[in-house]
T-cell receptor, first 114, second 114 residues
Framework: DAGITQSPRHKVTETGTPVTLRCHQTENHRYMYWYRQDPGHGLRLIHYSYGVKDTDKGEVSDGYSVSRSKTEDFLLTLESATSSQTSVYFC?????????????FGPGTRLTVL | GENVEQHPSTLSVQEGDSAVIKCTYSDSASNYFPWYKQELGKGPQLIIDIRSNVGEKKDQRIAVTLNKTAKHFSLHITETQPEDSAVYFCAAISFGGGADGLTFGKGTHLIIQP
């Protein structure tokens, strides 16, 4: 899977608790992305990063924050988890931008918020 | 922003027959169109892509066509095999071209009947 790992792979948490998901890459790619996948919605972009400490919002960023202190790690944080954030979260990486934006996905994290 | 529509949502074909999945997009400035295959419990896997300066691209049994005037693109799988059973997603890169994320269709569940 293009040198991408996600941790944890599964997590169950309670409403109101903070949660951090980690994406780690060994490809030294500049661009990293967080998507969520929900039935009937496909994959939707949450946040992305175009370099260390450079991040921006995607389509569904409310309730999420991200950080990238190293090229290889991109963290997604739910400050106070809600049941609507129950989803499968995928990290993706890409070496280039624009029309050369081939994105490669990690194995996903299944998050359940009770 | 970009909007991608994908049809059909489910497609059942006999083994050995061809399968066609169609997508339309709304942003005429989109210029990169990948297709992903997702097997149960795994992340999406890039199987083929096409850029706006090309009308068709083939890779063994898989081909993608692009009609920029009509703003639609299609995935063609010939001589289908049981291992082709999966969910397929089309996507388009939104205008801006930087590190913007992909906009995905809602997916097609392809079932290969033996």
């Amino acid at each position: 899977d293009a040198g991408i790992t996600q941790s944890p792979r599964h997590k169950v948490t309670e409403t109101g608790t903070p949660v951090t998901l980690r994406c780690h890459q060994t490809e030294n790619h500049r661009y990293m992305y967080w998507y969520r996948q929900d039935p009937g919605h496909g994959l939707r972009l949450i946040h992305y990063s175009y370099g260390v400490k450079d991040t921006d919002k995607g389509e569904v960023s409310d309730g999420y924050s991200v950080s990238r202190s190293k090229t290889e790690d991109f963290l997604l944080t739910l400050e106070s988890a809600t049941s609507s954030q129950t989803s499968v979260y995928f990290c993706a990486i890409s070496p280039l931008a624009g029309e050369d934006n081939e994105q490669f996905f990690g194995p996903g994290t299944r998050l359940t918020v009770l | 922003g970009e909007n991608v529509e994908q049809h059909p949502s489910t497609l059942s074909v006999q083994e050995g027959d061809s399968a066609v999945i169609k997508c339309t997009y709304s942003d005429s400035a989109s210029n990169y169109f990948p297709w992903y295959k997702q097997e149960l419990g795994k992340g999406p896997q890039l199987i083929i892509d096409i850029r706006s300066n090309v009308g068709e691209k083939k890779d063994q049994r898989i081909a993608v066509t692009l009609n920029k005037t009509a703003k639609h693109f299609s995935l063609h799988i010939t001589e289908t095999q049981p291992e082709d059973s999966a969910v397929y997603f089309c996507a388009a890169i939104s205008f801006g071209g930087g590190a913007d994320g992909l906009t995905f269709g809602k997916g097609t569940h392809l079932i290969i009947q033996p």
